[in-house]
Structure formats: structure tokens, C-alpha cells
T-cell receptor, first 112, second 114 residues
């Protein structure tokens, strides 16, 4: 089983749509959770951390369900600039040096 | 805003040659990482580095790979004898430290082994 699994997409949505991405992780001891964004041929950039209580940053809402080992990202009012690949990322343990384990990403294409 | 820089942006080399990829992490960061991404695949962890030594390395990081922080600012990844399958984008990242500290990625070096 893959450590982090995501639906590869692509999700093709019109501007203004709401879109949701899901992710599951296999290691129940995973400590930290993130959504990164990666534009074509660019480096991953942190979109937001994901907390157990759920958290929101503008149009973006992230949820974590530890019991189900499931992470979600909701994007409201999609913009053309949201077109990118969204990477679900976990860390396997707590500690100073912490490797990131990436999912393969979900591609989002927002069209006019 | 401080950022991680990497040089070169692109490198083409012949199979069997040595390459050195260079990174300048953010200046007050203590933890350094290399990741790679083969075209069309996911980002994979290679190695983490703290206090002038390797903290953890993945199965990919075999004896052909080494890392060094030669002068307190640069962080390098050396591949001694490149193989075709080493062709990938290599990302350097750094973080200030401790759990949940954000890792900031450099723009990457695209390595092509012919």
C-alpha cells in the first residue's frame, strides 16, 4: 500500500466552483500533515498545514481525520490561478529533522 | 523574503560522470534536505542533514550519493557516477527546525543523464 494516496485527477472545474481533494495515509503514527501546491516544473510550496480540529485559510479549508487516516482539502470559489497540482504530505514522526512523504498529487485545472 | 537557491538550474551529463548540485539554504535554518522528482512521478525524500551529519537517508541514497556542507552556507549533493535513472529534478529544502517547521524548497536542478 502506498504511504500517501491521492486521486491523480485531473479535476476540470469552471471558475467559481467548489472542489474537494482527498488523501489517505498508511502510517497511523504519522505526526504532521500538509497540503503543498506544485506548479508545472516548479518546486512544491506550502499551501497550509492541517490540524486535527480542521483549519481554514481564506478560500481553502483542510480537514484531518486521524481515525480514518484521511485528509481533505476544499477550495471554494476557484480561480484560474488555482490551477496546479496539489500534494498531500505527511511526516512519519515528530522530531527536529522530519522527512516529508509526498503523495503523487491531484491535478486541478480551472477554466473560464 | 529569504529563499533557498540552487545552482545550476539545468545540468546535462554523460552516464558515469560525477555531478555536484549546489544549494544555499535560508541563513538561519538548521535542517537541510534533498528530494528528487523523476518526471511524472512524486517527490521523494533522499536525505536529511543536521549538525554537519546525515540524520536520515532513504533507500535511494546509496553509496553513489553524498552530501556536504563545506563552508557554512552551501549544501551540496554529489552523485559520483551518474546513471540514466538519476535523471530527475533535484530539490533542496531547509527548515529552521523542530516538528511542524515549514520546509522551504529551492527551485530545483533539472539533471539529465545521457
Amino acid at each position: 500500500r502506498k504511504e500517501v494516496e491521492q486521486d491523480p485527477g485531473p479535476f476540470n472545474v469552471p471558475e467559481g466552483a467548489t472542489v474537494a481533494f482527498n488523501c489517505t495515509y498508511s502510517n497511523s503514527a504519522s505526526q504532521s500533515f500538509f497540503w503543498y501546491r506544485q506548479d508545472c516544473r516548479k518546486e512544491p510550496k506550502l499551501l497550509m498545514s492541517v490540524y486535527s480540529s480542521g483549519n481554514e485559510d481564506g478560500r481553502f479549508t483542510a480537514q484531518l481525520n486521524r481515525a480514518s487516516q484521511y485528509i481533505s482539502l476544499l477550495i471554494r470559489d476557484s480561480k484560474l490561478s488555482d490551477s496546479a497540482t496539489y500534494l498531500c504530505v505527511v511526516t512519519p514522526f515528530s522530531g527536529g529533522y522530519n522527512k516529508l512523504i509526498f503523495g503523487a498529487g491531484t491535478r486541478l485545472a480551472v477554466h473560464p | 523574503e529569504p529563499e533557498v537557491t540552487q545552482t545550476p538550474s539545468h545540468q546535462v551529463t554523460q552516464m558515469g560522470q560525477e555531478v555536484i548540485l549546489r544549494c544555499v539554504p535560508i541563513s538561519n535554518h538548521l535542517y537541510f534536505y534533498w528530494y528528487r522528482q523523476i518526471l511524472g512521478q512524486k517527490v521523494e525524500f533522499l536525505v536529511s542533514f543536521y549538525n554537519n551529519e546525515i540524520s536520515e537517508k532513504s533507500e535511494i541514497f546509496d553509496d553513489q550519493f553524498s552530501v556536504e556542507r563545506p563552508d557554512g552556507s552551501n549544501f551540496t549533493l554529489k552523485i559520483r557516477s551518474t546513471k540514466l535513472e538519476d535523471s530527475a529534478m533535484y530539490f533542496c529544502a531547509s527548515s529552521q527546525g523542530q516538528v511542524q517547521e515549514t520546509q522551504y524548497f529551492g527551485p530545483g536542478t533539472r539533471l539529465l543523464v545521457l
